[in-house]
């Protein structure tokens, strides 16, 4: 079965210095992972995807995400953090079954401290 | 691009009755759209899949008489909550996929309150 692990369920960093959110993945065959980000009472805004191709994926508001087939994992990267960053984010997996469905992880805070 | 809407973003209701929430993707096709149910800070947990004018596919333990799902046309589906119980009180979020593209795009979301 597909799934997908977020280690951490809090992230605090300063405003100004890089930000790494963790994600690692379980599939059977090749991964298409997403990453979301989710604030306060609203829906999930898309960040990025890796279906195929390079490696570093870079998405929306400057984050981009390191695929790692070795130690299967897709972190989410900044290398720069915001205040406005603070948020709830979210890894996925496609499950490769007839509903297509996507598998999240249980999410994990970010907060920027100015 | 790829907007979704919902409507209403908040409802109250009494217990016993029954509530729909819309859900659209306004500047593109929806061939399958996806109900969540979303816990206070917990993560998001599939309800059911829905593709155009076929029958919704209810996940497991997801009671498919009292989560009433119709996708009548490829920008619309809605989610009726029959004979709602407090226990139903819970945030409902849908997302929509179109013809091409593995990601889903995500409605805002709607809060129940069942009193």
């Known amino acids: 079965a597909q799934s997908v692990a977020q280690p951490e369920d809090q992230v605090n960093v300063a405003e100004g210095n890089p930000l790494t959110v963790k994600c690692t993945y379980s599939?059977?065959?090749?991964?298409?992972l997403f990453w979301y980000v989710q604030y306060p009472n609203r829906g999930l805004q898309f960040l990025l995807k890796y279906i195929t191709g390079d490696n570093l994926v870079k998405g929306s508001y400057g984050f981009e995400a390191e695929f790692n087939k070795s130690q299967t994992s897709f972190h989410l990267k900044k290398p720069s953090a915001l205040v406005s960053d603070s948020a709830l984010y979210f890894c996925?997996?496609?499950?490769?079954?007839?509903?297509?469905?996507?598998?999240f992880g249980t999410g994990t805070r970010l907060q920027v401290f100015p | 691009g790829a907007v979704v809407s919902q409507h209403p973003s908040w409802v109250i209701c009494k217990s016993g009755t029954s509530v729909k929430i819309e859900c659209r993707s306004l500047d593109f096709q929806a061939t399958t759209m996806f109900w969540y149910r979303q816990f206070p800070k917990q993560s998001l947990m599939l309800m059911a899949t829905?593709?155009?004018?076929?029958?919704?596919?209810?996940e497991q333990g997801v009671e498919k008489d009292k989560f009433l799902i119709n996708h009548a046309s490829l920008t619309l589906s809605t989610l009726t909550v029959t004979s709602a119980h407090p226990e139903d009180s819970s945030f409902y979020i849908c997302?929509?996929?179109?013809?091409?593209?593995?990601?889903?795009?995500f409605g805002p979301g709607t809060r129940l309150t069942v009193t």
């Open positions: 599939v059977s065959g090749n991964p298409y």
């Open positions: 829905s593709n155009e004018g076929s029958k919704a596919t209810y």
């Open positions: 996925a997996v496609r499950d490769m079954s007839y509903t297509d469905k996507l598998i």
């Open positions: 997302s929509a996929r179109g013809f091409s593209g593995y990601e889903q795009y």
